[in-house]
């Protein structure tokens, strides 16, 4: 591992523990340092799995905007890549930012759509992740039924393979589906059912807590700890209620703006039912100035109707009066930028297009050979790996003597043959294969559904393309030959077998004299080749 790829590998885990512990701020700076680097090396699923985590990160200090905006860059750099496992993580965050933003309908088509990808990629983290999204989006389109028997799937899944800091997490929106449930039940005057929901809530977010604890997760902690006091207090648990906030203040790190508007306006209520109506006021100020600090308009609203609450239980009538007002301009505020949060997303897309752009050529340049424009090594894995159990046949290509043509007129006409060749390969075999330079002087063809016979015409027609192709501008007396070894699978040869076997078989076709195939009960032997070595005047 070189250095810069050590310092990568040391940057992302460090933000993903900072992540996990909490420290999202931090985290989000690493991520954005080691997406850096990945661009200027060009590598696409690295700055992929970085925007997925820098929208994570965005979404636990509540800024949907900046978060959306890297879950979209994140979704379609996986679609290009083909990984539909991150694809399907990546449109999950993407749902739960929507939510933030209040776009209940698009975070559901958008929800759906991940769990029906994760459905069919294979990897149960990610399949109990969207899960959960997607029951947390139903809870909140008033599905609670249906949401909490997807968020129970996931929970399920977490705990079964021991993934302590996703089922701490899953646990936490189970105790908010059933705080909902209660809210429900409240407002059809069932109080009995109510206080079994919260009570429920209550149950959960304790076990939340737990879990987050022996994970290290103390961002899901703070929140759990918060929905605890706020669901205690609504059960009149107001000692139960304050310990718990006091124990959110012993966490270490520092929560960020929005974690602690959230514990200063819990704590404001809490104190406000029990009594201590002149305690809670100072507490809400201070949410409402962080709140104006940040510019965070929902923990705007949501602090200044508690504080104009407050105020006038105090008797502070004239102030109370002004904020009302206050929290009416407020909320005039946020219905309007609800509507310019779409024209924003709109913006995002258009941007994440441009982005869309530049993965493709990245991507595109991770897969090419950067000097004859044909398919790489990796690229070549890839196919090899996506026809496995299917017939299909392997030749590996060596041009004749390269070294010699290299010496003898120059690194740059060795180039030029390089890429003519290559082009030479590419016309020949067409749609009808791959070809894939392998390094150096060495190329290689994989040969879908194609029979021994069919495979080895396909070679000894680019054989004979090959030596019948002019070179003579390059170089007076110039010409090119090239050997191939073929091996044919039948769909039950690893690949691994039939690489090995091909090159065998080219070392063969080289010790027959070269400008030959050898391929089994086939081989030929070109006319071509004396009158090549006499052009070239190489040494066998």
Same mark, same amino acid.
Request: glycine share 6%; with cysteine; hydrophobic share 50%.
């Given at each position: 591992m070189g =250095?810069? @790829? +050590?310092?990568?590998? @040391?940057? *992302?885990?460090?933000?993903?523990?900072?992540?996990?512990?909490? &420290?999202?701020? @931090?985290?989000?700076? /690493? *991520?954005?340092?080691?997406? !850096?680097?990945?661009?200027? $090396? %060009?590598?696409?699923?690295?700055?992929?799995?970085?925007?997925c985590e820098m929208s994570w990160a965005c979404f636990r200090l509540g800024r949907p905007e900046q978060g959306l905006e890297c879950a979209m860059g994140a979704k379609w750099l996986w679609e290009r890549i083909g990984n539909q496992a991150e694809l399907a993580r990546g449109l999950a965050v993407e749902a739960i930012l929507l939510l933030d933003f209040g776009f209940s309908d698009e975070a559901f088509e958008t929800a759906t759509r991940?769990? +029906?990808?994760?459905?069919?990629?294979? @990897?149960? !983290?990610?399949?109990?992740?969207?899960?959960?999204?997607? %029951?947390?989006?139903?809870?909140?389109?008033?599905?609670?039924v249906l949401g909490i028997e997807l968020i129970e799937r996931s929970v399920a899944m977490a705990s079964t393979s021991g993934n302590v800091a996703a089922e701490a997490y899953y646990v936490l929106n189970l105790g908010f589906a059933s705080a909902k449930q209660a809210e429900a039940a409240d407002a059809l005057g069932e109080r009995d059912r109510a206080s079994i929901e919260r009570n429920a809530a209550i149950a959960f977010s304790a076990r939340a807590v737990?879990?987050? /604890?022996?994970? %290290? =997760?103390?961002?899901?902690?703070?929140?759990a700890l918060c929905n605890s006091a706020e669901f205690l207090a609504l059960e009149g648990q107001f000692d139960a209620a304050l310990a718990c906030l006091d124990r959110c203040l012993?966490?270490?790190? =520092?929560?960020?703006? $929005?974690?602690?508007?959230?514990? &200063?306006?819990v704590q404001g209520d809490v104190l406000m039912r029990l009594g201590r109506a002149s305690e809670a006021e100072d507490m809400v100020r201070q949410a409402l100035t962080l709140a104006d600090a940040a510019s965070q308009l929902d923990h705007q609203v949501n602090a200044a109707c508690k504080l104009a609450e407050i105020l006038e239980v105090n008797g502070k009538v004239h102030e109370a009066l002004a904020m009302h007002k206050r929290?009416?301009?407020?909320?005039?505020? &946020? +219905?309007g930028e609800n509507a310019g949060r779409l024209a924003r997303i709109e913006e995002i897309r258009v941007e994440t297009e441009r982005l869309r752009s530049h993965a493709a050529f990245l991507a595109d340049q991770a897969m090419a050979d950067p000097l004859t424009g044909i398919a790489n090594r990796r690229s070549f894995d890839q196919n090899l790996e996506r026809l496995a159990g299917t017939p299909f046949s392997v030749a590996i290509v060596d041009l004749d003597h390269f070294k010699t043509i290299n010496d003898r007129h120059s690194h740059i006409v060795g180039d030029v043959v390089l890429q003519r060749v290559a082009r030479l390969m590419a016309d020949a075999i067409g749609e009808s294969g791959h070809v894939a330079r392998l390094g150096g002087e060495e190329f290689a063809l994989?040969?879908?559904?194609? $029979? !021994?016979?069919?495979? *080895?015409?396909?070679?000894?027609?680019?054989?004979?393309?090959?030596?019948?192709?002019?070179f003579s501008d390059l170089g007076e007396r110039l010409g090119v030959t090239i050997s191939i070894g073929l091996s044919v699978g039948t769909g039950y040869e690893p690949a691994g077998e039939l690489m090995q076997l091909a090159d065998t078989r080219l070392y063969q076709a080289k010790a027959n004299g070269r400008d030959c195939v050898v391929g089994g009960d086939f081989s030929t032997r070109s006319q071509s080749a004396d009158y090549t070595l006499e052009k070239n005047r190489l040494s066998a």
């Open positions: =250095d810069l @790829d +050590t310092t990568i590998a @040391d940057r *992302f885990l460090r933000g993903t523990r900072l992540l996990r512990a909490g &420290q999202c701020e @931090d985290a989000l700076l /690493e *991520f954005r340092a080691v997406y !850096a680097l990945a661009e200027e $090396s %060009g590598h696409p699923e690295l700055m992929a799995t970085c925007l991940a769990l +029906t990808i994760a459905e069919t990629a294979e @990897d149960a !983290a990610v399949l109990a992740f969207a899960l959960n999204i997607k %029951g947390v989006v139903l809870v909140l389109c008033r599905e609670e737990e879990k987050a /604890e022996l994970s %290290g =997760d103390f961002w899901t902690m703070r929140v012993l966490l270490p790190g =520092d929560p960020g703006p $929005s974690l602690t508007i959230v514990r &200063q306006y929290f009416h301009a407020l909320y005039v505020r &946020q +219905t994989v040969l879908p559904n194609a $029979s !021994a016979v069919a495979a *080895f015409a396909a070679c000894e027609g680019l054989r004979t393309a090959v030596a019948a192709r002019d």
